[in-house]
């Protein structure tokens, strides 16, 4: 027994080294076989290193096999500081691509590479500022710097470049003005310097750049005028929307644009007299000064498929003339002063996907449009009257979003469902700026209780009715106020607080006094006004039937916010010890740490004392419920998204829901759950600075989504969490409690919390997903007396005596990959090691298991 156990720690063992390359191959020192073996190895980057250097996929060498002239190594998660000696040596290096990964800064033996003609940092967390001896790549053609965090300025010794076609500093912090240097560079064809802090003016002689196509300056505070750019000969892209430009815009455009967005600026001067010239494809002038009547010359550009011109200072004018614009596939005329009625002409636009007529002072009905493309249709703010066309709202095939609020519209079918309701009608259920028939929906409502699919209706029954008696209301007050004082229209009935919400073990409160007033931040659509009113409408007020579980942190529900975004609304109960600017910071931290195996933080919203999180919502439930057969990721009341379930068979990945049985019948399957959690704690662990303890893994954190891609849950969230509950969090789940939090006194000084408890902690869920036990409180067979008996104790004492293969579970034995599983059984052994120093990182565990796919 004592022999085959120290066996298989020998096996580990040599399959550690295995991954750190010691054993089977290493090159000889000094060699760029060597550099670059030695930056992987530095970086945490664990390679198949049982072949020479040279024969790696990523690496190119020279014929002789002897310098490396090419290294593409985009996404293999490098991440910290590039060490001296190591890519700086490859002197006859030509193409480094090292994109989409954690680096945080360049060596000083870098600037050294002249051979380089093409260099690829992009996206990346490379935080410094450009030195002037970038100069040295005199022989570079192409430089992607995008998505870092450089900052200060361009240093004007880029005037040395003179080979440099192509230069993207996008997404960067840089803050200077635009580089005097960069005139030199005459061979450029492509500059993004967009979303940085560059400003002044640009440089004298900067429209004499020959060759230059593609200029993209959107996003900085440039200021200038439009003839700037009017000797950009070769130019067919512009973009310099969000910057300080100003004066007549009638100088810009030339024959050869195709591309042009010069939104939010504060250009002026009148359309009419612009020849826009007929390649011009995009078309962009909104948010500006410009006067006149829009639709003056545009007739030329027969070619055009996206015109905004939004928010304007145009003329009064009537919708005509756009009939020549036969290819447009987007229109957004909002706030261009538009009058009169929407013209039958306009059913002529047979492409157009998206039309925004919004905040004009149109009258008369609604025609027709029975454009078959088209997907959103925004008529909000204008004086219309009439019935809303049946047509748009149900007969169109691609219809995804429309708006009609705040006209003089009728609506006399009320068969929508509560989503349509409120993305269609904004504010309908505080506001309800359309006059709709209380009594005809009321009837309608009436007929659908004697239909068949009775769960799905009655939840839509039980929005419809809350929609109705909010619109009852709110419609009534709208009438009056609409004959009397048109300008308040825009005053919505306010949601008082504070307000109380019980779960089946809480009641928590939110202490807002307005809850239309109280922001909801949603990180990527920092546009939408979200507030928390729209999150008690998303979650029928916290209602105990959007409840998806009731997690340590409190509750958690389910919810669709306006526009149809899915989500998980996580209340974080017991209230927190930070400020609410600590914490928004944090939850803002939170928000950008992305990683294919992380469920994301979408938003979060401060209400009162409660800090509440936002997250993605995932499809597939969480590990623990499918591992245990309870219900998909629902652990209260009734689930109808059993019905989505069923309707979404297979989507594009080519993926089929099969439901929870069939899903974690292979080892497959499971080893990629394992694979997956073990990347994300690794990179919370190693790709994240500071580095982020999960505190509370456990297999409900681990959910899948739409992919069935395993991604963990509530990163970062103990952090926020008050004080007083320190201690519990700190230990974790039962189950998942590592022994060094366990069993202790109150005497016995604080443990300092590591990485290595999180260690145990996924120890536990490989162990689980191995034998199918839950981590407590199963049945544990050939039990010897012990009482207090656990996963863990019972599978380290068989796996002692080499037992392992009993315990696989039965769902999943003879599938033909025992090996692997007996073999992961020894990583879980290694995991779960009582001395917190014994486990491994999560960067070799990712290793290991990684390994286990060779076997
Ligand atoms: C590792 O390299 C060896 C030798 O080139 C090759 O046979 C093996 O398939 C590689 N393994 C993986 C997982 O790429
Ligand atoms: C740099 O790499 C990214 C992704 O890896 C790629 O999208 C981009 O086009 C590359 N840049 C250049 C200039 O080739
Ligand atoms: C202009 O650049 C900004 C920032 O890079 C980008 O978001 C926007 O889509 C660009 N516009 C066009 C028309 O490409
Ligand atoms: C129309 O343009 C305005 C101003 O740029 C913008 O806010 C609005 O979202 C656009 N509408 C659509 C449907 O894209
Ligand atoms: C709507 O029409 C009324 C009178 O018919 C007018 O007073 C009001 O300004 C118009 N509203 C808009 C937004 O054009
Ligand atoms: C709203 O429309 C109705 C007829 O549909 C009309 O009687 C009423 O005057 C309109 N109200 C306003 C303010 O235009
Ligand atoms: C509908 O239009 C109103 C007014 O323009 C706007 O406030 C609201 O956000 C829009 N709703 C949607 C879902 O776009």
């Not at 069935?708 to 969230?717: M, T």
């Amino acid at each position: 027994m004592g022999f085959s156990f120290i066996g298989s720690v020998l096996f580990l063992a040599l399959l550690f080294r295995s991954n750190f390359g010691q054993q089977q191959y290493e090159p000889i020192p000094n060699t760029d076989e060597y550099f670059v073996y030695d930056l992987f190895q530095k970086m945490g980057h664990v390679y198949n290193v049982s072949a020479p250097v040279c024969s790696w996929q990523v690496v190119v060498c020279d014929a002789n096999q002897e310098n490396v002239i090419g290294l593409s190594g985009a996404s293999l998660g490098l991440f910290g500081s590039i060490p001296d000696n190591t890519i700086g040596k490859l002197t006859k290096i030509q193409s480094l691509d090292l994109s989409n990964n954690q680096i945080t800064s360049l060596p000083n033996d870098f600037w050294s590479l002249n051979s380089l003609k093409s260099l690829n940092l992009s996206n990346n967390k490379i935080s410094m500022s450009l030195p002037s001896n970038v100069g040295n790549f005199g022989s570079l053609e192409r430089l992607d710097l995008s998505g870092n965090e450089f900052s200060g300025s361009v240093p004007d010794s880029i005037s040395s470049l003179n080979s440099l076609q192509v230069i993207n500093l996008k997404g960067n912090r840089f803050e200077s003005t635009v580089p005097l240097g960069i005139i030199s560079c005459r061979s450029l064809t492509f500059i993004d310097f967009s979303s940085n802090k560059f400003n002044g003016v640009l440089p004298n002689g900067f429209d004499s750049l020959p060759k230059l196509k593609s200029l993209n300056l959107a996003g900085n505070e440039v200021g200038g005028k439009g003839s700037d750019f009017a000797k950009l000969g070769s130019l067919t892209y512009l973009n310099i929307s969000k910057n300080h430009f100003q004066g007549s815009v009638v100088e810009i455009f030339h024959e050869l644009l195709e591309v042009v967005d010069l939104s939010s600026n504060r250009f002026e001067g009148h359309v009419s007299q612009v020849n826009f010239g007929s390649r011009l494809v995009y078309l962009d002038l909104s948010d500006n000064d410009i006067s006149g009547e829009s639709f003056g010359d545009l007739s030329q550009a027969h070619n055009l498929k996206h015109l905004n011109l939004a928010k304007n200072r145009f003329l009064e004018q009537r919708l005509i003339k756009i009939d020549s614009l036969r290819s447009l596939e987007y229109l957004n005329l909002s706030s261009t002063n538009l009058v009169g009625g929407i013209g039958n002409e306009i059913a002529l636009l047979t492409h157009l996907k998206t039309l925004d007529l919004s905040s004009n002072h149109l009258t008369g009905k609604i025609p027709l449009l029975s454009l078959q493309k088209l997907q959103s249709l925004d008529l909000s703010f204008n004086n219309l009257t009439g019935e809303i066309p049946i047509v748009i709202l149900k007969k169109l095939p691609w219809m995804e979003r429309y708006n009609f609020s705040y006209n003089n519209l009728t609506l006399c079918d009320s068969a929508f469902s509560p989503e349509t309701l409120q993305s269609a009608f904004f504010g309908s259920t505080n506001s309800c700026p359309i006059a709709v028939n209380p009594t005809s929906l009321k009837e309608k409502t009436r007929k659908h209780k004697g239909l068949e699919l009775a769960l799905v209706l009655t939840v839509s029954i039980i929005f419809l009715l809350g929609a109705l008696l909010f619109c009852a209301f709110g419609c009534r007050k709208k009438t009056t106020m609409w004959a009397v004082k048109q300008d308040s229209y825009k005053e919505e009935q306010v949601i008082s607080g504070p307000f109380s919400f019980q779960t089946d073990s809480t009641t928590w409160v939110a202490d807002v006094k307005v809850a239309t007033l109280v922001p909801v931040v949603i990180f990527e659509k920092p546009l939408l006004n979200f507030t928390f009113s729209d999150l008690l409408s998303a979650t029928s007020n916290f209602d105990r039937g959007t409840l998806l579980a009731e997690g340590r942190f409190g509750p958690v529900y389910r919810g669709f916010l306006p526009g149809g975004i899915h989500v998980a609304v996580k209340v974080l109960v017991h209230g927190s010890t930070m400020t609410d600017q600590e914490a928004a910071r944090e939850l803002e931290y939170l928000g950008r740490i992305k990683h294919p195996n992380l469920v994301p933080l979408t938003g979060y919203c401060l209400a009162g004392e409660q800090r509440i999180a936002i997250y993605d919502y995932m499809e597939n439930g969480n590990l623990h419920n499918l591992l245990h057969d309870l219900p998909l990721g629902v652990q209260t009341t009734e689930d109808w998204t059993s019905d989505t379930w069923e309707v979404d068979e297979s989507n594009g990945n080519g993926i089929q829901n099969v439901g929870s049985e069939g899903l974690l019948t292979t080892w497959r399957f499971r080893h990629k759950i394992a694979l997956g959690t073990a990347r994300a704690l690794a990179f919370l662990h190693h790709g994240c600075s500071p580095p982020i303890i999960h505190r509370d893994v456990k297999a409900s954190s681990v959910y899948l989504d739409y992919s069935l891609e395993p991604r963990l849950s509530d990163f970062g969230l103990s952090k926020i969490f008050g004080n007083d509950l320190e201690d519990e969090i700190t230990r974790g789940s039962h189950g998942y409690i590592p022994p060094e939090f366990q069993n202790r006194d109150g005497n016995s000084s604080p443990y300092v919390i590591t990485p290595k408890s999180d260690v145990y902690g996924f120890g536990v869920i490989l162990l689980e997903l191995i034998t199918g036990k839950k981590p407590v409180e199963d049945e544990y067979p050939d039990d010897n007396s012990s009482k207090d008996l656990n996963l863990v104790s019972w599978v380290r004492g068989l796996v002692r005596k080499n037992q392992g293969s009993q315990i696989i579970d039965p769902k999943i034995r003879g599938t033909g990959a025992e090996t692997q599983m007996v073999e992961a059984l020894k990583i879980g052994y290694l995991c779960t090691a009582d001395l917190p120093a014994k486990r491994p990182s999560m960067q070799q565990v990712v290793g290991l298991l990684k390994d286990l796919e060779q076997l």
